[in-house]
């Protein structure tokens, strides 16, 4: 056996990983502290402590990790979770007041895990961030109780908001609770097969709690969506209450470690003071009594209260793919294939013009994303108070620019997954690389915290909005102010393709035309005569998918853009650095513009996007001696990196002691006679 584990040795005659790593790390220009520290800074400095600590506590994605029974996966991230809280308290004196305090912040650093155990953070991201937060911004005085319990862990929490046959509709989620007044009770039923909550979080074998959406009835007359507390097992023996039928969900995709469940309600009472009550309660009469008379506005204030999701879901669609390329470009500059000369030594694929044209502009673009949704967490913060008032334009603001974001980011975010996995080869397809948990994450980002076409559909209403706003002489938001009343003239460029302000005023023209454009057309189609004329909501779905959508991508890619331009200000004080960095966000944005040729058409010749091309192709090659380096500013633990992305840049010797160390690696079948059986 010893002289088989010698002869799989990587073969160092072709390659010595060390060596790589000695060149790449030398041939850099920019300031690698400076730029580091400033990439730390995007986030708060408890996200990189949480990362160290699940370092310490976790020993999973090793070899045959991909092969646990997802029993064991659960168990696996559920101790994480816990294990990691009890670190927190060690080691920080992060206490339940604490984390109540600061729960936004608290959640969004706890996403350190996220791309070392995407079922943890998940499972964080329910309990914290979905049930803790309904106590904390829709309950009151008599759930803080609860709410502490919450933060604590005492009690574990789910979130049931989806349904069988409801997801993105949430007013129309059927779960009913009609309230007793003899009893002081509401009665959750699920009245059809349609109305069983599905795809909850934590809930097939996890949570004792749960907090659910249901209308609510009394006397027989509907009051809309409402969100009730639920005890739904007992902590004693961890059964489920009678009334409450739980079951699991099954096997999926990915995130094996997520217990998604299920759960059917029968004529379950639960007390009248288990009513989320911050703006709308029963009182002792038995009469519904609300500040807020609608409905449909009662309803936007509970929404209002639980934003951020999104963001969450942003941030790690673009750390995905930040890891995804990193790992490409770290494995590329390694790997070797094929000679430039006859009887030279064979090229590192890095070296090719199409590696770099293929994967270096996908880094730009997901440094440039992570750079402004990290920017936004900070505006989420400053006015988290503001964001319970969804009359408050601050909210406005934040819904447009969040659902924008989490859906244009996932949507890039797999794509470049992909990419990045098919550059590494069979390599990419490997357990034991990562890639396939990565795909698996940036798969269902788009679906959860909003359905991306959905969601993006309430930042088309927006910029419209608020684009009528301007026209009756409204105030508009902040980020909605480049807009003009007027349709903006014929333009044509003729600043610097490599000027990164003269880049954002073409964007700014753009967002502003496509936004113009779209309202002709919604104006077109109603003044068409009476036979041919649309109603409002056809004429909004015919123009979504081709005009509506993209104009929101360029208005998202203008938002971005400023973000980006603001963080170069950190290196004024460092030319080398900046340069570099304005690098990078010339090659993300320039590659945008190919990628969007036919917006752009009206103001770029087709000589221009030529040009455009071999800015791009240059910029990848001036790119090349600090690429490596970026990608080792970027503050992230080796263990998301697999074994051909680690830093230490040694791919074959760690991929092969990976392989070695996969159980089963060197066992023969057990019914290897059977082998040998054929009768031909």
Same mark, same amino acid.
């Given at each position: 056996?010893?002289?088989?584990?010698?002869?799989?040795?990587?073969?160092?005659?072709?390659?010595?990983?060390?060596?790589? /790593?000695?060149?790449?790390?030398?041939?850099?220009?920019?300031?690698?502290?400076?730029?580091?520290?400033?990439?730390?800074?995007?986030?708060?400095?408890?996200?990189?402590?949480?990362?160290?600590?699940?370092?310490?506590?976790?020993?999973?994605?090793?070899?045959?990790?991909?092969?646990?029974?997802?029993?064991?996966? =659960?168990?696996?991230?559920?101790?994480?979770?816990?294990?990691?809280?009890?670190?927190?308290?060690?080691?920080?004196?992060?206490?339940?007041?604490?984390?109540?305090?600061?729960?936004?912040?608290?959640?969004?650093?706890?996403?350190?895990?996220?791309?070392?155990?995407?079922?943890?953070?998940?499972?964080?991201?329910?309990?914290?961030? !979905?049930?803790?937060?309904?106590?904390?911004?829709?309950?009151?005085? =008599? *759930?803080?109780? /609860?709410?502490?319990?919450?933060?604590?862990?005492?009690?574990?929490?789910?979130?049931?908001?989806?349904? !069988?046959?409801?997801?993105?509709?949430?007013?129309?989620?059927?779960?009913?609770? *009609?309230?007793?007044?003899? +009893?002081?009770?509401? $009665?959750?039923?699920?009245? +059809? @097969?349609? %109305?069983?909550?599905?795809?909850?979080?934590?809930?097939?074998?996890?949570?004792?709690?749960?907090?659910?959406?249901?209308?609510?009835?009394?006397?027989?007359?509907?009051?809309?969506?409402?969100?009730?507390?639920?005890?739904?097992?007992?902590?004693?023996?961890?059964?489920?209450?009678?009334?409450?039928?739980?079951?699991?969900?099954?096997?999926?995709?990915?995130?094996?470690?997520?217990?998604?469940?299920? $759960?059917?309600?029968?004529?379950?009472?639960?007390?009248?003071?288990?009513?989320?009550?911050?703006?709308?309660?029963?009182?002792?009469?038995?009469?519904?009594?609300?500040?807020?008379?609608?409905?449909?506005?009662?309803?936007?204030?509970?929404?209002?209260?639980?934003?951020?999701?999104?963001?969450?879901?942003?941030?790690?669609?673009?750390?995905?793919?930040?890891? %995804?390329?990193?790992?490409?470009?770290?494995?590329?500059?390694?790997?070797?294939?094929?000679?430039?000369?006859?009887?030279?030594?064979?090229?590192?694929?890095?070296?090719?013009?199409?590696?770099?044209?293929?994967?270096?502009?996908?880094?730009?673009?997901?440094?440039?994303?992570?750079?402004?949704?990290?920017?936004?967490?900070?505006? /989420?913060?400053?006015?988290?108070?503001?964001?319970?008032?969804?009359?408050?334009?601050?909210?406005?603001?934040?819904?447009?620019?969040?659902?924008?974001?989490?859906?244009?980011?996932?949507?890039?975010?797999?794509?470049?997954?992909?990419?990045? =996995?098919?550059?590494?080869?069979?390599?990419?397809?490997?357990?034991?690389?990562?890639?396939?948990?990565?795909?698996?994450?940036? @798969?269902?980002?788009?679906?959860?915290?909003?359905?991306?076409?959905?969601?993006?559909?309430?930042?088309?209403?927006? !910029?419209?909005?608020?684009?009528?706003?301007? $026209?009756?002489?409204?105030?508009?938001?902040?980020?909605?102010?480049?807009?003009?009343?007027?349709?903006?003239?014929?333009?044509?460029?003729?600043?610097?393709?490599?000027?990164?302000?003269?880049?954002?005023?073409?964007?700014?023209?753009?967002?502003?035309?496509?936004?113009? #454009?779209?309202?002709?057309?919604?104006?077109?189609?109603?003044?068409?005569?009476? #036979?041919?004329?649309?109603?409002?909501?056809?004429?909004?779905?015919?123009?979504?998918?081709?005009?509506?959508?993209?104009?929101?991508?360029?208005?998202?890619?203008?938002?971005?853009?400023?973000?980006?331009?603001?963080?170069?200000?950190?290196?004024?004080?460092?030319?080398?650095?900046?340069?570099?960095?304005?690098?990078?966000? !010339?090659?993300?944005?320039?590659?945008?513009?190919?990628?969007?040729?036919?917006?752009?058409?009206?103001?770029?010749?087709? #000589?221009?996007?030529?040009?455009?091309?071999? *800015?791009?192709?240059?910029?990848?090659?001036?790119?090349?001696?600090?690429?490596?380096?970026?990608?080792?500013?970027?503050?992230?633990?080796?263990?998301?990196?697999?074994?051909?992305?680690?830093?230490?840049?040694?791919?074959?010797?760690?991929?092969?002691?990976?392989?070695?160390?996969?159980?089963?690696?060197?066992?023969?079948?057990?019914?290897?006679?059977?082998?040998?059986?054929?009768?031909?």
């Amino acid at each position: 056996m010893e002289k088989t584990l010698n002869s799989l040795n990587p073969m160092q005659s072709y390659l010595t990983p060390s060596e790589d /790593y000695t060149r790449e790390t030398s041939t850099f220009t920019f300031d690698f502290e400076k730029v580091a520290t400033e990439i730390r800074k995007l986030r708060p400095e408890l996200f990189y402590k949480v990362q160290s600590i699940v370092e310490k506590v976790y020993q999973g994605r090793g070899p045959g990790h991909h092969m646990m029974e997802k029993d064991t996966l =659960r168990l696996e991230s559920n101790k994480l979770a816990i294990n990691t809280i009890n670190a927190l308290y060690e080691e920080e004196g992060i206490n339940e007041q604490w984390i109540i305090d600061n729960l936004d912040e608290f959640t969004r650093c706890l996403m350190g895990t996220g791309c070392i155990n995407a079922s943890t953070s998940t499972k964080y991201s329910v309990h914290y961030f !979905l049930y803790t937060k309904s106590l904390k911004n829709l309950g009151t005085e =008599r *759930h803080k109780e /609860y709410l502490y319990r919450a933060a604590n862990l005492t009690d574990l929490g789910a979130f049931g908001m989806t349904e !069988l046959g409801h997801g993105s509709n949430v007013q129309s989620v059927e779960t009913t609770a *009609h309230y007793d007044h003899d +009893t002081r009770s509401f $009665i959750l039923n699920s009245p +059809t @097969d349609t %109305s069983i909550k599905f795809w909850l979080g934590n809930l097939a074998k996890t949570c004792s709690m749960l907090v659910t959406f249901a209308q609510l009835f009394l006397n027989g007359e509907c009051k809309g969506v409402h969100v009730f507390l639920v005890p739904v097992r007992d902590k004693e023996t961890h059964e489920s209450f009678e009334g409450c039928l739980i079951g699991d969900c099954g096997d999926k995709l990915g995130l094996q470690g997520v217990d998604n469940g299920w $759960i059917k309600f029968a004529d379950y009472r639960i007390h009248k003071d288990m009513l989320l009550n911050k703006f709308c309660d029963i009182n002792e009469e038995g009469e519904y009594v609300s500040a807020i008379p609608k409905d449909n506005k009662r309803f936007a204030y509970h929404m209002a209260a639980l934003s951020g999701g999104r963001v969450l879901a942003a941030s790690n669609g673009a750390d995905i793919s930040l890891i %995804s390329t990193i790992t490409a470009l770290r494995f590329a500059a390694c790997r070797r294939q094929f000679s430039r000369e006859k009887g030279k030594e064979e090229t590192h694929i890095l070296d090719y013009p199409l590696h770099q044209s293929r994967i270096m502009p996908l880094f730009a673009k997901s440094f440039t994303e992570m750079v402004s949704i990290q920017g936004i967490w900070d505006d /989420y913060s400053k006015m988290s108070d503001q964001l319970l008032d969804p009359s408050n334009k601050a909210g406005e603001y934040f819904h447009l620019v969040s659902s924008a974001l989490k859906a244009v980011v996932t949507w890039n975010s797999y794509e470049t997954w992909k990419e990045s =996995r098919l550059s590494c080869g069979g390599f990419g397809f490997s357990f034991l690389n990562h890639f396939s948990e990565l795909g698996n994450t940036a @798969d269902v980002n788009q679906t959860w915290e909003g359905e991306n076409f959905v969601l993006i559909q309430q930042s088309c209403k927006i !910029l419209l909005k608020n684009f009528a706003n301007m $026209i009756r002489g409204k105030k508009t938001m902040k980020t909605c102010e480049f807009l003009t009343p007027d349709s903006p003239d014929d333009y044509i460029f003729e600043g610097s393709f490599l000027n990164l302000k003269d880049l954002f005023k073409l964007y700014t023209h753009h967002a502003n035309k496509c936004v113009h #454009e779209s309202i002709a057309k919604i104006q077109a189609d109603s003044m068409k005569e009476a #036979e041919e004329r649309l109603s409002r909501t056809e004429i909004w779905e015919k123009h979504l998918f081709y005009t509506f959508i993209p104009m929101v991508k360029i208005y998202l890619s203008r938002y971005t853009m400023e973000a980006y331009l603001h963080f170069l200000k950190k290196f004024k004080n460092s030319p080398k650095s900046k340069e570099v960095m304005t690098k990078v966000g !010339l090659l993300g944005y320039l590659s945008e513009i190919i990628k969007f040729e036919g917006i752009f058409r009206e103001s770029i010749s087709k #000589e221009q996007i030529d040009e455009i091309k071999e *800015h791009c192709i240059t910029l990848c090659k001036q790119l090349r001696p600090e690429i490596i380096g970026l990608t080792l500013a970027v503050p992230l633990s080796d263990k998301v990196f697999g074994s051909i992305g680690k830093s230490s840049m040694k791919p074959y010797y760690e991929f092969m002691k990976s392989v070695k160390e996969t159980p089963g690696c060197f066992d023969k079948p057990k019914e290897w006679k059977y082998l040998y059986k054929s009768k031909i």
